[in-house]
Every structure is written in C-alpha cells, then in structure tokens.
C-alpha cells in the first residue's frame, strides 16, 4: 500500500494558477502511473492527468489541455500538477491516485480547489 499526501489546493480567483503536490510514501516500487482526478459538487469523479513513473508519458482530459502540466519527481516520490488559467468550472477536490501494476490503486485524501468568477 501506498500513502499519498496531497497539498497546494486554495481559493483563486480566474485565470489564476495553483500548483498541487502529491508526496507518495510506504510501498512505492510497484508504481505504474500517478494521476489526478477531481470531483465537483453533485457530479461524478473525473479524469485530470496522468503520467508514467518511468517513461514520463503524459495524458490529459480535453478540458484541462493546454491550461495544466503533471509533472513528477522521482527521487522524490512526487506527482505535481501546474493549473493555471484557472476557471470557475474547475472548482472541485482533487484527488492524487497512484495506479500499480497488477491493477491496485491508492488515493490521496483530496484537496479543495476553488476558482472565483
């Protein structure tokens, strides 16, 4: 299992950024992928980015292409995503995951991201 601290979520007004860290610790040899998720208010959890721990791959959701960039850190066992053109939809927890191979995944506890109009 794998613990993940999450932080760098906060109130922005539009057109703002925020950068949020995901720090992964415990069994972290068996890390496929990281990734973000993010879940509004009265809707479903959604798809951000996702990046691979060796390869550094990258995919995004369409509506956040262009505006947000993961990133991760090896060494430090650390997942990072750059938002910046912030718009009020984009307000939501989001959520750190980890996915290993064999299928398991681990989630963060979330944080909170709010945009302003």
């Known amino acids: 299992q794998v613990q993940l601290v999450e932080s760098g979520g906060g109130l922005v007004q539009a057109g703002g950024s925020l950068r949020l860290s995901c720090a992964a610790s415990g069994r972290t040899f068996n890390i496929y992928k990281m990734g973000w998720y993010r879940q509004a208010p009265g809707k479903e959890r959604e798809f951000v980015a996702v990046i691979g721990w060796s390869g550094g791959n990258t995919d995004y959701a369409n509506s956040v292409k262009g505006r947000f960039t993961i990133s991760r850190d090896n060494a430090k066992r650390t997942v990072y995503l750059q938002m910046n053109s912030l718009k009020p939809e984009d307000t939501a927890i989001y959520y750190c995951?980890?996915?290993?191979?064999?299928?398991?995944?681990?989630w963060g506890q979330g944080t909170q991201v709010t945009v302003s109009s």
């Open positions: 995951n980890v996915a290993h191979y064999g299928g398991l995944n681990d």
